[in-house]
């Protein structure tokens, strides 16, 4: 018997079906070990000892995994094709070494860039053993990150509260985002003036031509900034008469772009079909592993975490066959086609990304695989083929015309493109980020000497406009150019900084938050060199040279932590003011940007003497006044939308986070969000200091509404509950909604029901309030529960499988087992494959499973324990709070 280990059961069970009789294929469900998350796991004393744990879910595969090669002659290890499948297979390896169950068992390592019949069983004929430079470019990469994270994050805990966290490629990533933020805050735009002259030929055809010169003199872009100026080159080609000059008609050719990397599928997805990379990743995870087609488990594409553009000699064939029989002869080249990657500290160790079989049409195999499955493998079978297609022919043309106005020349000059054979344009074109595309237009025929005809002439004002902010896939292809972390990481760094709300989308744009613009202006501040572009990408460069065995891992982490620590060191004496000081100066132009009048813009607008600046507090970090205690103005960082003028004060003595959102129209008083002890809240009005003043009406944010959503509106609408939504049909008594410690809720008298997931607090209407009342009311307990959204069957168990929203969120269950969503996943999104290997990943991990005894039975298993034996006590909330904190 052979045991064989994978990382997933998916491709445990589909590898499975291929080898048959004497083979056990087993997953280890990703890493069985992992760094204790506690100070020591790498001991730079000891020479960056590293101390590995198996976790619970770890112990039990390894224990499964043993169990099987107890009876085997050989263990296979196949995991992913990568420094990071390498990994895998070493710690299971080192583990069970560590079980003394190897003795007699003979180790082998193999890896297949795709899972399908062929490349499996060609890779079992060609194994080879575990390769140690792999496996150390590994170990200095984690242990770099356990290093900065757990010696940078305490920093940023004590010297900035608010801060969640830092890390090795994540802080660099957020700079690339608030540098440009910054780009984005300091630019001015400048006014210019384009002049365009429609024009027609003899024959009525009309075109556009652009004023390029004058006198001689060549116009540039910004060169005519006033209208004044435009107005007079107007007039003047208004009088003017047009000749055709020079006529240049030149050939070019347009060639594909290469297949796709794992970069350039993140950027294409997020284009083409709005894909986070994340998303992306885990779409590409299924096809890879294998669908269902035909009633045999296939693997659709080759493996998706690669920076290679190179294919196999055999797929270019098939790409070449396919491209004859599906467009004809005349877009196949004459040579196949070979590529080779520009980005910086590229491995092209393994293929492209692209199907293991291109003559599965994408129409033919959609029947078979989810929406954006198919929309996935359909992207990446075009950009494949398309790779392999002839390229494009075009002829450009360029029109010199000369416009005459008494003694004076003005040049103008028209241009256009025109597709003379579109080669691989037919099937595919690269989207772009933030560039223009001219459009593609086609002139007239025109000959030099010929007299034209002047239709209009527009003037136009233009404004320069900043560099535009990051997406997710520009943000992807720049950190790949610039070197920093690896493409199969991009995806989990986006997810971090969103995730530590350092970042947030906004139509599609990535736009820092105030907590990350202080995190980023904080390290660079004190930790410059370490989230400097350059310096990540060397150090990622050196992580290159461990893995081709050039260098020793040991020796990159000496001279990375002789430095780093003493930086670590020279900040336990820095003093908050020094920390305010720094950060004043590098954020002071988004804190307290120019004003409109003119005006000082760091003048408190409260108390009209004050100086505001930075401040710190046990909350986070806001604006105060320099003549605290007696002003108490305070707002939140950003100055958008913070009023200029007014009293400002929070009436908290310092309370940080404060903004304006108007005036409430019934009473006049100012409605402010603010930033609490206990999460955000509004208020209306202000706090007075006399005794036994009434306090003004406050009330928190419901859970899901971010601050930056809350309007004046919503702002008031908060502030009128409790309100009242219907009145009980039996009783005539008014039912009512209201916002509660525990979430909102609805009441009528004694009897209280709350909301489901579905409901909105401030919308939900008289037929929904009265049925969860009558249903509290009936059945003596909560409102029935959410039915669920069923998504299918069970192939295997033919049991039914719903996602519903549960007390501690989203979950899917196919009635015997729940597995609750990931973080951050979508609970319509969710389909029934993902809900499938949640279920199977819960079931695996001994979880999740309904319990069925009856509450006599629990009585009657409490009432057998011996008597006398203490139990032992449940843990407080304090004490497993605090676990939580230590393992985080």
């Known amino acids: 018997m052979k045991v064989v280990v994978v990382e997933s059961p998916a491709k445990a069970k589909t590898i499975n079906k291929y080898l048959g009789h004497g083979y056990e294929v087993l997953a280890s469900f990703g890493h069985v070990r992992d760094l204790p998350a506690k100070d020591g796991s790498v001991d730079p004393e000891q020479d960056f000892k590293m101390l590995w744990e198996l976790e619970d879910r770890g112990a039990k595969r390894v224990s499964e995994i043993a169990r099987a090669v107890k009876g085997a002659d050989k263990l296979i290890l196949a995991t992913d094709p990568d420094r990071e499948g390498e990994a895998i297979s070493w710690h299971v390896l080192e583990a069970l070494q560590a079980k003394r169950v190897l003795k007699d068992v003979s180790v082998e390592r193999v890896t297949f860039n795709a899972i399908t019949k062929d490349a499996v069983q060609t890779a079992m ?69 384009s002049l365009v002259a429609t024009l027609a030929t003899a024959r009525g055809a009309v075109f556009d031509a652009r004023l390029v010169g004058a006198d001689g003199k060549r116009i540039q872009r910004l060169d005519i900034g006033t209208a004044e100026e435009a107005e007079a080159f107007r007039r003047d080609l208004e009088l003017a008469t047009f000749t055709v000059g020079n006529v240049e008609a030149k050939p070019a050719r347009r060639h594909p772009q290469p297949p796709f990397t794992t970069s350039t599928l993140q950027q294409e997805a997020s284009r083409k079909l709005g894909l986070a990379p994340a998303q992306t990743m885990r779409i590409a995870q299924r096809l890879y592993e294998g669908v269902e087609i035909g009633g045999e488990t296939v693997g659709l594409i080759t493996y998706m975490r690669t920076d290679g553009v190179d294919m196999a000699p055999e797929a270019i064939q098939d790409a070449r066959r396919v491209i004859g029989a599906e467009f004809g002869d005349a877009y196949v080249p004459a040579a196949p086609r070979s590529y080779s990657v520009k980005a910086k500290n590229a491995q092209e160790a393994h293929e492209a990304v692209r199907p293991t079989d291109l003559g599965r049409l994408p129409k033919e195999v959609a029947r078979f695989l989810e929406p954006e499955q198919a929309r996935l493998y359909e992207l990446i079978w075009i950009r494949t083929v398309a790779s392999q297609m002839e390229s494009a022919e075009l002829e450009r043309t360029t029109v010199d015309i ?95 900084l969103r995730d530590r709300e350092y970042v947030r989308l906004d139509k599609k744009r990535l736009v820092p938050e105030d907590k990350g613009r202080l995190v980023t202006g904080f390290l660079e501040s004190f930790f410059r060199r370490y989230v400097e572009y350059d310096f990540t990408a060397d150090l990622e460069e050196q992580l290159d040279r461990i893995s081709n065995a050039e260098i020793d891992w040991r020796a990159v982490l000496r001279d990375f932590w002789r430095d780093f620590s003493a930086a670590i060191a020279g900040t336990k004496e820095l003093r908050t003011a020094e920390v305010l000081e720094a950060l004043n100066q590098l ?52 100055a958008a939308g913070v009023e200029g ?27 402010t969000l603010r930033e609490g ?113 069923v998504l299918g069957n069970d192939p295997e168990s033919g049991r039914a499988v719903t996602v519903k929203a549960g007390r501690y969120g989203p979950y899917v269950t196919d009635g015997e087992v729940n597995a609750t969503l990931p973080k951050g996943a979508d609970r319509d999104a969710i389909t029934l494959d993902e809900a499938l290997r949640l279920i199977a990943a819960r079931r695996e991990a001994g979880g999740g499973t309904k319990k069925k005894a009856t509450t006599r039975t629990r009585k009657s298993e409490t009432a057998a324990k011996p008597a006398g034996k203490a139990t032992k006590k449940a843990p407080t909330k304090a004490s497993a709070a605090k676990k939580k904190a230590a393992a985080e």
């Open 125 to 193: 004929a060609q194994p080879r053993q575990i390769d140690q430079a792999l496996v150390d470019a590994y170990l200095a990469r984690r242990a770099l990150d356990y290093l900065v994270g757990f010696n940078l994050s305490p920093v940023l805990w004590r010297k900035l509260p608010g801060a969640r966290s830092a890390g090795r490629v994540q802080s660099v990533a957020l700079r690339l985002v608030c540098d440009r933020e910054a780009e984005i805050e300091a630019f001015r735009p400048r006014e210019f003036w």
């Open 402 to 496: 000369a416009a005459q106005v008494g003694p004076r020349r003005l040049d103008l000059r028209a241009t256009g493109q025109v597709v003379k054979f579109d080669g691989f344009l037919t099937l595919y074109q690269e989207g772009k980020d933030d560039e223009e595309d001219e459009e593609s237009r086609r002139l007239p025929s025109m000959a030099a000497g010929e007299a034209l005809r002047r239709e209009r002439i527009a003037a136009t004002q233009h404004f320069t406009e900043p560099p535009p902010r990051y997406s997710e896939a520009s943000l992807v292809k720049r950190m790949e150019e610039l070197g920093i972390g690896r493409p199969s990481t991009y995806a989990a760094v986006l997810q971090v």
């Open 587 to 638: 954020l002071g132009p988004h804190i307290f940007p120019p004003r409109a009048d003119g005006a000082n813009p760091r003048a408190c607008p409260n108390c009209a003497s004050g100086t505001l600046s930075l401040k710190l507090g046990k909350f986070g970090a806001f604006v105060g006044c320099s003549n605290y205690p007696e002003c108490k103005y305070t707002r939140q960082l950003s």
């Open 645 to 671: 003028e007014g009293d400002g004060s929070s009436g908290e003595g310092g309370q940080p986070g404060q903004r304006v959102l108007g005036e409430d129209p019934a009473t006049g008083l100012p409605v």
């Open 677 to 789: 002890r206990f999460g955000p809240f509004v208020q209306l009005g202000e706090a007075s200091a006399e005794k036994g003043a009434e306090k003004p009406k406050r009330s928190s944010l419901p859970r899901g509404l971010s601050p930056a959503e809350v309007s004046l509106e919503t702002a008031l609408k908060l502030l009128a509950l409790p309100r009242e939504v219907a009145r009980h049909p039996e009783t005539g008594e008014p039912i009512l909604v209201n916002l509660g410690r525990f979430g909102p809720y609805v009441q009528h008298g004694k009897t209280y029901a709350n909301l489901g997931k579905g409901d909105d607090l401030l919308e939900i209407g008289a037929n929904r309030a009265i049925d969860l009342i009558v249903a509290k009311e009936q059945g003596g307990g909560r409102p029935a529960a959410d039915p669920g959204r």
